[in-house]
């Protein structure tokens, strides 16, 4: 089972290859923000805790979340493998992911980090900004501040992986061909 987690800050591409990965290799996309909005609007019991602590302004726990990739892993027994979308975000979830992925009998396969320097960030979220409307890529004081919460909360993910021997850097800038391709070089050498 081909289980990764596609890393990268805000700007560098994880949704657009995310979906080529996914159509390339038949994964299942796992991201937690959806998997979080389809409980709470199925009104499970995981989906009803969850609402509870959102509508009070407080983070899901760990616990909760792990519930819920859980209960889509259980969902999906034929998939070839899934591609995990911002989760694990600490040292302490990819451990619980570890540990949940361990009682399936998988386990993640790697990390792929898409690598982009901060100013390059900084024009393509202003440039996005401007397409979708997104205040929160509008205003280049908030992208900063988003970049620098990215790279200080998730470098002990990286050293994680790393310890593992799953992290890969794949340099995210170039064209979308470019880049997927570099992705997949990745993917098909360690398969």
């Keep these: 089972m081909l289980n990764i987690v596609l890393f990268g800050p805000p700007g560098a591409g994880k949704g657009t290859q995310s979906d080529k990965l996914i159509n390339k290799y038949s ?5 937690t923000g959806d998997i979080l909005r389809s409980e709470v609007a199925a009104g499970t019991q995981l989906g009803l805790e969850a609402k509870k602590l959102m509508d009070a302004g407080n983070l899901v726990p760990d616990e909760i ?7 889509k892993l259980d969902a999906n027994p034929q998939a070839k493998g899934f591609i995990f979308d911002g989760f694990p975000r600490t040292a ?8 949940l992925l361990e009682g399936k009998k998988t386990s993640i396969s790697m990390m792929l980090a898409l690598e982009v320097d901060n100013d390059e960030l900084i024009k393509r979220l202003l440039n996005r900004g401007k397409l979708s409307g997104r205040s929160d890529d509008a205003d ?8 620098t919460e990215y790279n200080n909360k998730t470098a002990p ?5 790393t310890h593992q021997g799953k992290f890969r850097a794949i340099m995210g800038v170039g064209t979308v061909d470019e880049i997927f391709t570099s992705l997949c070089s990745n993917i098909d050498l360690n398969n």
């Excluded at 994964?27 to 991201?31: A, C, M, N």
């Excluded at 979340?65 to 209960?71: A, D, F, K, Q, R």
């Excluded at 993910?157 to 992986?161: A, C, E, M, T």
């Design 92 to 99: 302490k979830q990819a451990e619980a992911l570890d540990k």
């Design 27 to 31: 994964l299942v996309h796992l991201s």
């Design 157 to 161: 993910l990286k050293d994680y992986y």
């Design 65 to 71: 979340v792990i519930g819920m990739i859980s209960s």
């Design 140 to 147: 280049e004081s908030i992208i900063q501040n988003r970049i």
